[in-house]
């Protein structure tokens, strides 16, 4: 299978304050994305690509007050700008990934059954549960992760009456305690237009 889709981190659409200094100055920015790897912000002033911005930020009034830098990647206007975290800690690394997986499940419009899968690697093999899966990778539940890097054969179900798909896949990023997001290295054009289908039909 042809592979151009590289996001590492799951994100998602944001809309909540961020304060952030440059060069001293304290401003205030809004995220309108929040990712793994980062955020795509309204600034209220200009910055440049290369900048790096000590922020604070709480994506949510449950979660506790997120503290990282992060380098200025690109801009899309003169106030709009994607960054990319340089220095975060892990604990709000997780913060923010377990965040944008609840979220994930529920904006889904029909509430979907878990997807056992088959989780192949080095060291063994273990059964784990799929909420969200895409064409190109998914999000699976289990308290056995793998480290980032690991490469995976998976074999699941999308209907219990359904052929098996097979892929083999990538651990992007895990969530102590909760799961792990991996990428399909190789799947064949079937079984992707198979999941592609069976996404269709969930939100139809």
Not at 52 to 61: E, G, K, N
Not at 103 to 128: C, D, N, W, Y
Not at 148 to 171: M, N, W, Y
Request: proline share 5%; hydrophobic share 40%; with cysteine.
């Amino acid at each position: 299978m042809a592979q151009t889709y590289r996001r590492r981190f799951p994100r998602m659409d944001a809309d909540f304050p961020v304060r952030y200094k440059l060069s001293g100055a304290e401003k205030k920015a809004t995220a309108l994305t929040l990712g793994g790897g980062g955020l795509l912000l309204e600034l209220s002033a200009p910055v440049q690509p290369g900048d790096i911005l000590a922020l604070d930020f709480r994506p949510a009034r449950h979660l506790p007050l997120i503290g990282a830098r992060a380098r200025v990647c690109y801009q899309l206007t003169d106030r709009k700008a994607g960054l990319e975290f340089a220095e975060i800690a892990p604990e709000h690394r997780d913060q923010i990934l377990r965040f944008i997986v609840h979220r994930m499940t529920e904006k889904r419009r029909t509430p979907r059954g878990p997807l056992a899968t088959q989780v192949e690697h080095a060291a063994g093999s273990f059964i784990g549960f799929s909420k969200n899966i895409s064409g190109w990778g998914m999000f699976i539940e289990t308290r056995q992760t793998l480290p980032q890097g690991e490469t995976l054969k998976l074999r699941f179900h999308l209907q219990e009456t359904d052929p098996i798909c097979f892929a083999s896949a990538e651990v992007c990023y895990e969530i102590s305690k909760m799961g792990m997001g991996v990428e399909f290295t190789e799947i064949s054009a079937e079984d992707q237009k198979r999941i592609q289908d069976f996404l269709a039909n969930d939100v139809a």
